[in-house]
């Protein structure tokens, strides 16, 4: 049988808003999602520690979880000035191997970006999972690109993976996406829709009635030949509804499994 691995990205929010209902809110929603792989962008983390986005999530999701910390500066968390970072997380079932925190180039106009690369063992093979938050800056396609084209320059894009994912906020609409992988001289594949995910379901904002608002969010897979992309099923825009009118966060998420069908290496035993 086919194994599936469910992958979710979401964009949390930061400390915006109600935080500590929303972080309540967002454990409930991924705990029916059951995912194997969470993703996390503006994940909060304050420097005393107190406020920890992704180690709550860890928690009460039981999962472990790594984090990387990126622009840190003071922000109003209900109603409090704490210095904290607006970093990337991930929470997984499967053994982490390695992990990386790549700088990308950025304006000072949008602040510090960064890559987070992760490195998974899947059944017996590795598989390399990117986070991304990419500049938000309108009418910077170009800069957006040059992130891309500096990821793509990791020596871990040498290696041979079983499967290569890229996800996170993008910070850009699906007609700009073919534009923003060009620059990666690989083949990409958009998870959401080859799962037959809805092309007009939007990720921001959460309150979009359907039809409206804009889809920034991705689950990517990129390789040198169309034909070893991974099968995707279950694609949906999830954590978009509100309790009490509070949402989970100001984003939307992305939800898909990712099924292998291959059968996984030998063991030898001596």
């Known amino acids: 049988m086919p194994r599936a691995l469910r992958i979710v990205t979401i964009n949390t929010g930061k400390g915006d808003g109600p935080y500590r209902r929303r972080v309540e809110f967002l ?7 059951a995912p194997d792989i969470v993703l996390l962008q503006e994940a909060l983390a304050t420097a005393s520690g107190t406020l ?3 180690a709550d999530l860890a928690d009460g999701l039981a999962l472990p979880a790594t984090y990387a910390s990126a622009r840190t500066k003071c922000r109003a ?37 960064i890559a987070q690369l992760l490195a998974f063992d899947w059944h017996g093979r590795e598989l390399l999972i990117v986070n991304l938050h990419l500049s938000h800056l309108r009418g910077r396609g170009d800069l957006r690109r040059e992130q891309l084209r500096a990821l793509m320059c990791h020596p871990w894009f040498e290696r041979n993976w079983h499967a290569q994912i890229l996800a996170g906020d993008f910070n850009t ?77 100001d984003h939307r998420g992305v939800v898909v499994d990712l099924i292998d069908r291959t059968t996984p290496p030998a063991r030898h035993h001596s």
């Open 77 to 113: 968390v209900e109603e409090q000035w704490l210095l904290c970072s607006s970093g990337l997380g991930a929470l997984s079932r499967l053994p982490l191997i390695e992990t990386d925190r790549l700088a990308l180039p950025c304006d000072p106009a949008d602040g510090e970006r």
């Open 27 to 33: 454990i409930a929603g991924l705990k029916q999602l």
């Open 173 to 249: 609409t699906p007609d700009n996406i073919p534009a923003l992988f060009e620059v990666a001289s690989r083949q990409w594949l958009d998870s959401h829709l080859a799962a037959g995910g809805s092309a007009q379901r939007a990720t921001v904002p959460v309150d979009a009635p359907d039809g409206e608002g804009f889809r920034v969010d991705y689950i990517v897979s990129i390789t040198q030949d169309p034909a070893d992309h991974p099968q995707f099923r279950n694609a949906a825009i999830v954590l978009d509804e509100p309790t009490g009118g509070i949402y989970p966060s």
């Open 52 to 54: 920890d986005t992704t």
